[in-house]
């Protein structure tokens, strides 16, 4: 298996724009987290899904941030509209049973 | 919510020392946990992990303990090595009702082994 893929895996953008990332989680998976990462607040949970079903989204920053799983194997992140301070990390990552794989993360830039 | 404390931030050790990294966690409920280490630029990946109806668990130069009385956990790495040199991340999940393995990550611990 290719593993979780995540695209891009880098974006510089100016603020104000909106940002869509993208992640396509290991076949067969079925929970879907997002993660967020910087070096002030360390790896950070924002949403995670279920059988495609979002079940906890209590770590989205706020409005600007959405993110959707129409299928089994594609979910996206979209940042609307971004801002400087959502420059980080973002990793996808996937997951059946208790095991998470994480993908090769998504470096985000707001300038 | 669960709550994960992990010490030290940072740890740096000469090649060939041991080197150890804990980790609190709050939710009795919590029933997994993982480690992950993540190189520079890198995702973080699963190095060993250990279940709560397990006490230890030993993978080669790599261990974890785990003391369910006290919420408390711990990684060991023996012979350390220039290449383990990394940040450390511990998690802790309950499995079953809605948490559906939702990881609660510590803070990571920079690890530096000087050859």
């Known amino acids: ?111 | 919510g669960e709550n994960v404390e992990q010490h030290p931030s940072t740890l740096s050790v000469q090649e060939g020392d041991s080197a150890v990294i804990k980790c609190t966690y709050s939710d009795s409920a919590s029933n997994y946990f993982p480690w992950y280490k993540q190189e520079l630029g890198k995702r973080p990946q699963l190095i060993i992990d250990i279940r709560s109806n397990v006490g230890e668990k030993k993978d080669q130069r790599i261990a974890v303990t785990l003391n369910k009385t006290a919420k408390h956990f711990s990684l060991h790495i023996t012979e350390t090595q220039p290449e383990d040199s990394a940040v450390y991340f511990c998690a802790a999940s309950s499995r079953g009702g809605t948490s559906y393995g939702k990881l609660t990550f510590g803070q990571g611990t920079i690890l530096t082994v000087h050859p």
């Open chain 1, 1 to 111: 298996d290719a593993g979780v893929i995540q695209s891009p895996r880098h974006e510089v953008t100016e603020m104000g724009q909106e940002v869509t990332l993208r992640c396509k989680p290991i076949s067969g998976h079925n929970s879907l987290f997002w993660y967020r990462q910087t070096m002030m607040r360390g790896l950070e949970l924002l949403i995670y899904f279920n059988n495609n079903v979002p079940i906890d989204d209590s770590g989205m920053p706020e409005d600007r941030f959405s993110a959707k799983m129409p299928n089994a194997s594609f979910s996206t992140l979209k940042i609307q509209p971004s801002e400087p301070r959502d420059s980080a990390v973002y990793f996808c990552a996937s997951s059946f049973g208790n095991t998470i794989y994480f993908g090769e993360g998504s470096w985000l830039t707001v300038v």
